[in-house]
């Protein structure tokens, strides 16, 4: 998996392209996903999650993915689980303290950064810190019942 994640981060930008283009497909499709129940589609949505995301970025599954705003690397495949860049132990050939076999998540999540439209712009911004409650559930589901606001009789108040 290691050499997958590593694929992704040097396509960030065809990756973050590919997400530009399904996001309005997947917002279109939100007033369906409302209607069966943000409930009944968690298990399907977060297996399908798992089993799209976790070999190509080695996800945790943490339910609140940064993919984008760190180079298409995720922060959760750092040993210490750092989510707001590296922790000061990057050792002087770009590897992990911890793992030294490993290149250290913030130094391919820059990497990955740079070849993304405000990559490292995104990066800059202090994420939340992991809600461990959230393990195991979908993030994608996650980011379009936040991300899409709801009127006072349930109908999107985006077009």
Same mark, same amino acid.
């Given at each position: 998996?290691?050499?997958?994640?590593?694929?992704?981060?040097?396509?960030?930008?065809?990756?973050?392209?590919?997400?530009?283009?399904?996001?309005?497909?997947?917002?279109?499709?939100?007033?369906?996903?409302?209607?069966?129940?943000?409930?009944?589609?968690?298990?399907?949505?977060?297996?399908?999650?798992?089993?799209?995301?976790?070999?190509?970025?080695?996800?945790?599954?943490?339910?609140?993915?940064?993919?984008?705003?760190?180079?298409?690397?995720?922060?959760?495949?750092?040993?210490?689980?750092?989510?707001?860049?590296?922790? +000061?132990?990057?050792?002087?050939?770009?590897?992990?303290?911890?793992?030294?076999?490993?290149?250290?998540?913030?130094?391919?999540?820059?990497?990955?950064?740079?070849?993304?439209?405000?990559?490292?712009?995104?990066?800059?911004?202090?994420?939340?810190?992991?809600?461990?409650?959230?393990? +195991?559930?979908?993030?994608?589901?996650?980011?379009?019942?936040?991300?899409?606001?709801?009127?006072?009789?349930?109908?999107?108040?985006?077009?």
């Amino acid at each position: 998996m290691y050499a997958m994640r590593l694929r992704a981060t040097r396509h960030a930008r065809l990756l973050q392209l590919t997400y530009d283009l399904l996001e309005p497909v997947f917002r279109r499709i939100e007033p369906l996903w409302r209607r069966i129940g943000y409930d009944r589609l968690e298990g399907p949505l977060a297996g399908l999650e798992r089993w799209f995301k976790g070999p190509l970025f080695d996800c945790r599954m943490c339910g609140r993915c940064i993919l984008s705003s760190t180079g298409m690397t995720c922060p959760m495949n750092c040993p210490k689980s750092i989510r707001n860049g590296p922790c +000061g132990g990057v050792r002087p050939d770009g590897n992990c303290e911890i793992d030294t076999s490993m290149r250290c998540v913030w130094v391919e999540a820059w990497s990955g950064g740079r070849r993304m439209r405000d990559g490292v712009g995104e990066m800059r911004l202090v994420q939340e810190p992991s809600d461990h409650s959230l393990s +195991g559930t979908s993030a994608w589901l996650r980011h379009f019942r936040e991300r899409v606001p709801i009127g006072p009789g349930g109908e999107s108040l985006r077009s």
